[in-house]
């Protein structure tokens, strides 16, 4: 059984000793969540690898740490050009998520035998490998091509559609096609076949006060499962059949990783926010993370009984504008936003009875709602076990790299 989590008192006081000498802002990342999470995403995996989703975690030494143990298996990147300086990197198994429109990154890539070994691209049309063609500058390196098979679920003859807008590519005959285009094109190798079931692994389905939509999500996640496994085995012949040498078939996302693994046609999941457990994470049933990454901010004012004002703090995650995108103030408990402010670009004034007991200088803690996305405030992850910071190590940014 995996052992029950400190309270969040607990939690609380170590994270204040192990920070003391530390001014806020800064970010965190508890080592002893960080691991107890990724082992449950083995647990749930099932003995199917986890490929690594880069964008979920932004820092190359807790990727590399990740990467260290058993289980997991490769990267799944954001960018052509993050791929890239992954592989330069020593990352030798990275593959790129998304299409990509980076004429000077196809260039580099097509050029260089170690780049081309490591580094495999995303396509769903065939305008894709022509713009690799048009890129190339004499570059003659063979490149490794992943097809998008788009995942959404279609009710009522397709008038409905619960999903991601992603590929066009949605059946069997469709990936067949493009992957016979691939396969009758030289420069190129057929190698992979990619699945992000969003709407399954993405979306929570235990909404707090929300029962009724809470079953409607479940009820419609489990329609969405069965459909999809019985496409993608379907779609997973038709590719093989046009080329044998398939390596793998990703899947997958942190909410959806023991029903994606007990597809035999998958070969590996990917996941990356189930080692952070951001707050978007916190309401499903079919797993329980531990948060591991937090930011604090220091209280700057007192301007009356009930209230303290933190420096900044309005760090919004991307996606649909709501409340649920927004930071939450998670230590000391009981804070709430200020209706008329919420969270600020430079100030942010919180309520509670807990502010009464906060100095000027205090620690606020809060949850960041989207994994990676609190690398992008941040230039340094301190590193804690137990009540120390063991290593401050750069974010993607504080390496001066910002792929988007």
């Not at 235990?206 to 019985?230: D, F, N, T, Y």
């Not at 080692?275 to 916190?282: A, E, I, K, Q, S």
């Not at 220091?298 to 927004?326: E, H, N």
Request: include cysteine; charged fraction near 25%.
């Amino acid at each position: 059984m995996t052992p029950s989590p400190p309270p969040r008192a607990t939690d609380r006081a170590r994270y204040d000793r192990a920070t003391a000498h530390l001014d806020a802002p800064l970010a965190m990342v508890d080592l002893d969540a960080f691991d107890a999470n990724a082992d449950d995403l083995v647990r749930r995996a099932g003995g199917k690898p986890i490929r690594v989703a880069s964008k979920s975690v932004r820092c190359r030494a807790l990727l590399e740490r990740v990467l260290g143990r058993d289980g997991f298996a490769g990267i799944m990147s954001f960018t052509l050009a993050e791929s890239l300086w992954l592989a330069r990197a020593g990352f030798d198994d990275v593959l790129l998520a998304y299409p990509s429109a980076d004429r000077a990154g196809y260039a580099e890539l097509a050029a260089d035998p170690k780049l081309a070994a490591s580094v495999t691209v995303m396509i769903d049309d065939p305008a894709h490998l022509d713009l690799i063609d048009a890129a190339r500058e004499g570059g003659r390196e063979e490149l490794r091509i992943c097809l998008e098979l788009d995942t959404a679920l279609r009710l009522f003859g397709g008038r409905i559609r619960v999903g991601a807008l992603r590929s066009p590519l949605s059946e069997p005959a469709q990936l067949a096609e493009l992957a016979r285009s691939v396969e009758r094109r030289p420069g190129f190798r057929l190698v992979g076949i990619m699945a992000y079931e969003g709407h399954v692994a993405g979306v929570g389905d235990a909404l707090a006060g929300r029962p009724l939509r809470s079953r409607a999500i479940r009820l419609m996640q489990s329609a969405a499962r069965r459909e999809l496994a019985e496409r993608r085995a379907a779609v997973v012949r038709a590719v093989r059949a046009v080329a044998p040498g398939l390596e793998f078939v990703n899947g997958g996302g942190t909410g959806s990783v023991q029903h994606t693994a007990a597809e035999d046609a998958v070969t590996e999941i990917a996941a990356g926010s189930g080692l952070y457990v951001p707050r978007l994470f916190d309401n499903y049933t079919s797993f329980t993370g531990r948060p591991a990454a937090l930011f604090a901010q220091p209280v700057v004012r007192r301007p009356g009984v009930g209230v303290v004002t933190v420096l900044g703090g309005g760090y919004p995650a991307s996606g649909p504008a709501g409340a649920d995108r927004l930071p939450v103030p998670y230590f000391p408990e009981g804070l709430r936003y200020d209706p008329q402010e919420g969270p600020g670009e430079v100030q942010t004034p919180l309520l509670g009875a807990a502010a009464d007991d906060l100095l000027i200088g205090d620690k606020v803690w809060f949850r960041h709602a989207k994994a990676g996305e609190l690398c992008e405030r941040f230039d340094t992850l301190r590193l804690v076990e137990g009540d120390r910071v063991v290593a401050s190590v750069p974010t993607y940014r504080g390496e001066g790299r910002a792929f988007l």
